[in-house]
């Protein structure tokens, strides 16, 4: 479970390091940073699904729309570049992004850091705690976390006679910004089963059952 995101001059925000638990709610008035949190995570996973590990960050896709650059550096303390990281489990990874093209619509990546805290400390309650480069092995299982981010807005696309299909190439869970994926994705993976946890007594225990 991700229980750690940290950004730095990323829109709202001149350094963030947000702890998450296995509920998190955020509250607070408009415009204090609340979208903002949730979109930086989008804007990993959309880059991630179509490019793998990614060397850009896509500004613009089927999870979130934001703009260009000039949109998403902190326009007082940022400048011309910004970072996106998550942890969990005593190890994080951050991507810090930079182009002094403010009409940019994808942002280059300039660099990934990846490390483990010696201590197994959360990195949010010790943002500074003994550090060490986290071993190659372990770079994929945070990027997978990434690419099994779920995020269903809530404004979704209301009853039709028909349903989008989604035809990109990209790899993993896709139900669209608006969930206009949803009933492609129970359709195209009818015999997938439903994790036990999550199974309700007396109902079908896959999702292709679970339809009828």
Known sequence: ?????????????????????????????????????????????????????????LLNGDSV???????????FTGRDEFKIGFSYDGQRIEWRFQTDEKQALVVPVKSTV????????????????????????????????????????????????????DTSEASGLRLGAQAEYTAWYLHKNADQQIPKELQKEGAPPSLGAAQK
């Open 1 to 57: 479970m991700i229980d750690g995101i940290h950004l730095t001059h990323f829109k709202c925000f001149e350094k963030l390091d947000l702890p998450l638990g296995k509920l998190t709610l955020l509250t607070g008035q408009n415009s204090t940073g609340k979208s903002s949190v949730i979109q930086s995570l989008l804007l990993l996973h959309q880059s991630h699904l179509t490019q793998g590990i990614p060397k850009q960050l």
């Open 114 to 165: 990846a490390y483990v805290s010696e201590a197994g400390d959360n990195f949010v309650s010790d943002p500074k705690p003994p550090v060490k480069p986290l071993p190659k092995k372990a770079k994929p299982d945070l990027v997978k976390r990434i690419k099994e981010i779920l995020h269903v807005s809530n404004e979704r696309v209301g009853p039709s006679d028909t349903h989008r299909a």
């Open 65 to 75: 729309c934001l703009g260009s650059m000039g949109d998403i550096v902190n326009s």
